[in-house]
């Protein structure tokens, strides 16, 4: 882990503009604890400045002329390379598919390039947290297997019986691989699931479809008003908060513009506490990796109003921030390891009042 007050971050950053190449230069410049080492019109270029300029963390595009970002990730892991990969590229429904792809090939955080290089200042707020969160993430970890769910010991409430239970998650860096093995694993008769994961617009719905793709539970991107049932995952859109009302015996999501929280929108804390107020005793929140501290209070407030949390414990976080914050707070019920949480979130479900 990086120990910010011996060094600065170094960072290369990897695009084919020169007026990218510049704005996120200049923008990770303006940060204390970031310095911009050098900059690479491409892959190959990179290639060579790597050796002399030591970076602690890469920005790669993803659309670049003679070697493409994902290509150069695939070459990155095929030759063990340890240095973390913040993804910053058009997010276009093709470029997300391609985005995701970077994720699955090892990219730590994947964030949109705004339209217009005139607006790429809107990364500004963003930008440095996630160098930030990817100078701290874990390289060493295995890879998460994937699998189809094999659990099925959850009982089901008989169909005539109201069931107000309900199940919040919430992630950052780490947290698309972590939910691309806690979703699959899971049976479909579970009550509902609402997701925060800290991730730029138009993304989510690549996320989603792609989790929806290798889980029974069925996994979509959010919409407004829309009402949450059992068997059905709903994620956040990217660049907007989600929180969850009710209304008599049924949860809604409500999507929502408010100013970004913890640095982010969607947040985890706008959802836990939103769901501690509309579902109290029957909630089951789990915070999963990422850097700060969002969903920590928010799973407080989850536990105030006699629900239960889970989060993952430090050796399977890719970034153990987070789930620490919560733990240190005293209001984490378990501390479970990534490939553990399926099975503790059935357990768990038996004990809470439906």
Avoid: W
């Avoid at 990897?14 to 080492?37: C, F, G, N, Q, Y």
């Avoid at 390379?81 to 993804?87: E, Y």
């Avoid at 994961?197 to 539970?217: C, G, L, M, T, W």
């Amino acid at each position: 882990m990086l120990n910010y007050t011996q060094r600065k971050i170094k960072v290369l950053v990897i695009d084919d503009s020169a007026i990218v190449r510049k704005v996120i230069s200049e923008t990770l410049d303006m940060d204390p604890e970031i310095e911009v080492v050098g900059v690479a019109n491409d892959p190959l270029i990179a290639i060579t400045k790597i050796p002399k300029l030591n970076p602690d963390v890469l920005t790669l595009d993803m659309e670049m002329p003679r070697m493409d970002g994902l290509t150069y990730l695939k070459k990155l892991k095929a030759e063990g390379s340890t240095i973390p990969v913040v993804v910053i590229s058009s997010l276009t429904q093709q470029g997300s598919k391609i985005a995701l792809e970077a994720m699955e090939a090892g990219a730590c955080d994947v964030l949109a390039k705004p339209d217009g290089m005139s607006s790429i200042g809107a990364l500004a707020g963003k930008l440095a947290y996630h160098i930030k969160a990817a100078a701290k993430a874990k390289r060493n970890l295995k890879p998460i297997t994937h699998q189809k769910a094999t659990l099925h010991s959850y009982q089901s409430i008989h169909s005539s019986k109201i069931d107000h239970r309900i199940i919040v998650i919430g992630a950052s860096t780490g947290g698309v691989e972590a939910l691309r093995y806690i979703l699959p694993s899971l049976p479909a008769n579970l009550p509902p699931i609402a997701v925060v994961q800290h991730i730029p617009q138009y993304f989510s719905k690549a996320v989603a479809s792609r989790i929806n793709d290798i889980s029974e539970i069925n996994v979509r991107e959010a919409q407004d008003n829309e009402v949450l049932s059992s068997g059905n995952c709903l994620i956040a859109p990217g660049d907007s908060h989600m929180m969850l009302i009710r209304k008599g015996d049924i949860y809604q999501v409500r999507l929502l513009k408010t100013p970004p929280v913890h640095h982010c929108r969607p947040a985890v804390d706008i959802l836990f506490r939103s769901a501690s107020t509309a579902a109290g005793a029957h909630t089951l929140g789990v915070l999963l990796t990422g850097m700060g501290s969002d969903g920590a209070r928010g799973l407080q407030a989850i536990k105030q109003a006699g629900g239960y949390s889970l989060a993952q414990n430090e050796a399977s976080c890719i970034v153990y921030g987070m789930p620490r914050v919560a733990t240190e707070l005293g209001v984490v019920d378990q501390s479970i390891d990534l490939q553990a949480i399926p099975k503790a979130i059935i357990n768990t479900l038996q004990r809470i009042p439906s």
